[in-house]
């Protein structure tokens, strides 16, 4: 199985590429996207680019990486930009619901926003916390279920949860 590490992504892999052209994904390669280029990304998603959305899409969608509200918060604060947890959570909600973020609900009470909104799976450590994607293709599903009547499949999302061994003495 062929697994990628977060930040080893091919160019051109990103949806922003498919959404905006290669060069707002050359653009988001520095830690933080540019707000010109963060505001243009929401209007193309039809979100209403207010100061705090741009705060967040400029650091979120700068590179594919999965985070947490707690650690986009941290990491806003590490820009230096103050914003509340409410706020980081209405936007994070927001993003996602308009698909231009994955949210990933990795554990009871643990949700993972992913950047990179391709269609790929996941290993999620639960010792560590760590989520890794997986290349497109090296997972295979088999046959589905018989589907309700009038529904069609919207997508198949596999997070593969793993755990340390324990070594025996």
């Given at each position: 199985m062929a697994i990628r590490n977060d930040g080893a992504y091919t160019p051109g892999r990103s949806y922003r590429e498919a959404?905006?052209?290669?060069?707002?994904?050359?653009?988001a390669a520095d830690t933080r996207m540019r707000r010109d280029?963060?505001?243009?990304?929401?209007?193309?998603?039809?979100?209403?680019?207010?100061a705090r959305r741009i705060d967040v899409a400029a650091v979120l969608l700068s590179r594919p990486q999965h985070v947490c509200a707690e650690d986009l918060q941290q990491m806003l604060a590490g820009?230096?930009?103050?914003?509340?947890?409410?706020?980081?959570?209405?936007?994070?909600?927001?993003?996602?619901?308009?698909?231009?973020?994955?949210?990933?609900?990795?554990?009871?009470?643990?949700?993972?926003?992913?950047?990179?909104?391709?269609?790929?799976?996941?290993?999620?450590d639960v010792d560590t916390g760590a989520?890794?994607?997986?290349?497109?293709?090296?997972?295979?599903?088999?046959?589905?279920?018989?589907?309700?009547?009038?529904?069609l499949v919207e997508s198949v999302e596999i997070v593969i949860r793993v755990r340390r061994r324990l070594r025996r003495a």
């Open positions: 959404a905006r052209g290669p060069e707002v994904a050359r653009k280029d963060a505001a243009d990304l929401l209007r193309a998603f039809e979100i209403t680019p207010t820009h230096g930009t103050s914003v509340s947890k409410a706020t980081v959570y209405n936007t994070l909600g927001l993003f996602a619901r308009k698909g231009l973020v994955r949210e990933l609900f990795v554990d009871s009470d643990k949700v993972l926003y992913d950047s990179n909104t391709t269609n790929h799976n996941h290993i999620y989520l890794t994607d997986i290349e497109p293709g090296a997972v295979e599903v088999g046959a589905l279920p018989a589907l309700p009547p009038g529904t």
